[in-house]
């Protein structure tokens, strides 16, 4: 053949003949993958764009003179700190097989972050979020840019510098002083954007003083939500108002988790900035809710929704899911936080534990017999009934138990957790595309100490679901293949996955405490079946069905996708001191705080 001879034309000429016909031959749309990216997710994107300039007619937030003052804050606790007893699991050194096999695993993780990440860099630079289907974007968080904020500490967890650079060049073009947003999201601001100001922080020393500076933007913002007759934050505030200086007040129709769920985020910026307004802001919070645990309709657990406007907690649904989580999450990562300088977070978590396990928990029934637990709701009319729903959001009980099994020194609560965590996985397991869906009702076991598969029982269960009890068993085999139910599942009422991170958070979190190389190869299944169904040229994007392992996706990637879902697979495969437990606490945007009580 020609391209055989010797020659210093002809390589050259054969060289470039190859490249043409590589390029020409490639189907429309196609791109070579880069040297650097061996998953081959497709080309690094071009210099970040600058974001478009706001209008100036909007409104600009300057702080006006308090309506309700207060008048003597309360002081971060200054009482000695008592031990905290260690969470992580004594890890041996390993092999060489075995690390190559866990690095291997670490780096398809990072490689799908820089997918997504570069994705968000070349179409949604500087916006909240990157639409992956289309390249657009969303301004869904203030347009603050919260895809980059939220994703600065898993950039320096993941050793990617260069990135990081470019983040920390471009956040001081963010002006939290305005947004086109008619209502700020307290709870939402607070865990995305100053929590992830705190972990970046946190994480690098306070290397980067503009990170303590942008959090302290974030901070005075949010404080003015507080400005309130009962000092209870307006939780969807109204921030021109208060521009204005007019008055607001707090809602009386406030969700749980949007009340109880700012502990971590204040009380670090009093510990980092000595201001002691942000710790009273959230000890208020908690005083109130410490005092009314004992009087709900399901004592020691807070309902749904609460009357922040007169303190009064009527509401008669009780969950540990959305809506009411991360307040129960907050418990002992607050108390973890302070140092154990009170014992009040104990208290508290004592007593709702109690309640979780009498009120809450149930035993799944399952074909093989597996023992698996999930966390219900329950109304308070209707006695000790639980309504058996999973919910992906609920699957981040399993690690909150688990820490506060060893925090709390409750050991026998760490086959509870390491059940919870498992029943998560097995609702991943059991679905054609290995993903949990958002919500589904399971078929409780009689009894938890002893439950065999009952087929005939899971019918039942389902007719009960589709309110179709007298059309027998030919009814429920109908259901099933039509709403194409695995055993033990009685309905999907959700079947989406919006690429959460709750699931693998629990599955970490148990993976540091009890070193179970079971809980890596779980999240190795979880990560290839998520990274398969929802992959995209641009990103990753949330699909409509786990059912169906052709499901549609949509289009939307939210920022926890980067800054949690991602960070926590990355973690389980690195080597345990990386955001070690005993030195961190996560908040539930998976930002890393320094605890005060580790060492130095």
Known sequence: MLCVRKSYFLPTFCLVFLTYILFTSLPPGAELPYID???????????????????????????????????????????????????????????????????????????????????????AWLQDELSPLSAEYRESYGGWAATLVDSLDSLIVMGLTDELEDALQAIEQIDFSTTSATQINVFETNIRYLGGFLGAYDLTNGSYPILLKKATEVAELLYGAFDTRNRMPQSRWEWTRSALGMGIQPSRNTILAELGSLNLEFTRMSQLTNDPKYFDAIQRITDRLETAQSRTQVPGLWPMMVDAHDMEFNDPRFTVGGM??????????????????????????????????KRLLFRGMTKDGKDIMFPGNVRATSKNTIEPQAEHLKCFLGGTVGIGARVFDRPEELSIARKLTDGCIWAYDIMPTGIMPEALYVSACKNSDDCEWDEQKWHHDILRRFAKYSQGEEAARTLISSHKLPPGVTEIPDARYNLRPEAIESVFIMYRITGDKELQDAAWR???????????????????????????????????????????????????????????????????????????
């Open 37 to 123: 990216d061996p998953a081959g997710y497709g080309p690094p994107p071009p210099p970040p764009h600058p974001r478009p300039p706001k209008g100036n007619d909007l409104i600009h937030y300057k702080k006006q003179p308090e309506q309700h003052p207060v008048e003597n804050y309360i002081p971060l606790p200054t009482a000695a700190p008592s031990p905290i007893p260690r969470i992580q699991y004594d890890f041996p050194a390993e092999s060489w097989f075995t690390r190559r096999r866990r690095v291997k695993k670490q780096n398809a993780v990072r490689n799908a972050f820089k997918h997504a990440w570069n994705g968000y860099k070349r179409h």
């Open 324 to 357: 009411a989580d991360s307040t129960y999450e907050y418990l002992p990562k607050e108390h973890m936080l302070l140092g154990a300088q009170t014992d009040q977070y104990r208290k508290m978590y004592n007593s709702a534990m109690d309640s979780i396990k």
């Open 526 to 600: 979880m990560f290839r079946s998520i990274e398969k169904m929802t992959l995209t040229r641009y990103a990753h994007a949330a699909i409509s069905d786990v059912r169906n392992p052709h499901s549609t996706q949509l289009d939307y990637m939210e920022s926890f996708w980067l800054a949690e879902t991602l960070k926590y697979f990355y973690l389980i495969f690195s080597e345990p001191h990386v955001v070690n437990l005993d030195e961190y606490v996560l908040n539930t945007e998976a930002h890393p705080f320094r605890r005060p009580d580790a060492p130095t």
